[in-house]
């Protein structure tokens, strides 16, 4: 998708001038292999809001729309501030995944050379983050970043107290399941991408386009697909609908912002 690309191109320019050589591989590594799932949204989002809720808002089976989206959806903010929220919102999911990742399954007790990769996953994991920030930094979705970091780490800190106590809450008031809880990871970057995408074009987020990241968060789990494979489950584009079909569901729609 062209989309897809765009913002992958867009996280790869942020993290271009990364050295040592190998350590800038291994970035390029992972984005190269990134399911660009939550910079698409921040694009979708953006385009919705910018023509008042058309696109997501009436569009039921939350379908992510496709590189063809007409200029009439186009962010007024301009494209390319967009994309560089977007890849943005990317970065910053690359790196805590990453963390994630590392924290679950740790290379520094196995061998030497498992604890090199990790050594270079690790720094690799906080340039991602980092350079995220910066992406985000003089937004109005900065504040919504920060967040998102804060959650995860103490989703991680309970996490890891979930496993090595038999009984961390007696009362049941939090979700001892460990998935579950990795999971808020992608559902809190959803909500970002949701958010930045929004305040892109200087817009906040409709009760249905948050939606569309809650629905997008359950069937995701803890990995997104490929965006192809998104717009494969999800149905047509919102690209594919004709303007008749938007004047008829917006006049229906009681959630329209």
Request: charged share 25%; glycine share 8%; net charge negative.
């Amino acid at each position: 998708m062209d989309k897809a690309d765009s913002c992958r191109r867009a996280a790869a320019e942020a993290v271009a001038d990364v050295e040592p050589p190998q350590l800038h591989e291994y970035l390029g590594s992972v984005l190269d292999r990134a399911s660009m799932i939550p910079a698409a949204l921040t694009l979708e989002s953006a385009a919705a809001m910018a023509t008042e809720g058309h696109g997501f808002d009436e569009q039921h089976d939350h379908g992510l729309a496709d590189g063809t989206t007409p200029d009439r959806d186009r962010s007024s903010s301009g494209d390319n501030d967009v994309v560089t929220h977007a890849a943005g919102v990317q970065l910053i999911y690359e790196g805590l995944r990453l963390t994630r990742a590392l924290a679950h399954d740790e290379p520094w007790t196995a061998s030497d050379a498992d604890a090199g990769d990790g050594d270079l996953a690790i720094l690799a994991a906080d340039i991602l983050v980092a350079r995220g920030f910066y992406l985000l930094a003089r937004t109005e979705a900065a504040g919504t970043a920060v967040r998102t970091v804060q959650s995860f780490g103490r989703d991680q800190t309970r996490r890891a107290d979930l496993l090595t106590d038999d009984d961390p809450d007696p009362t049941g008031a939090i979700d001892d399941d460990p998935t579950a809880i990795d999971a808020n990871l992608e559902r809190d970057v959803l909500e970002l991408a949701v958010r930045t995408g929004a305040v892109a074009v200087g817009e906040t987020p409709s009760p249905r386009l948050l939606a569309v990241a809650e629905d997008l968060a359950d069937a995701a789990g803890t990995s997104f697909p490929a965006v192809e494979d998104c717009l494969t489950d999800l149905g047509p584009s919102v690209s594919d609908r004709s303007l008749e079909d938007h004047a008829t569901d917006r006049a229906t729609s009681a959630t329209d912002p």
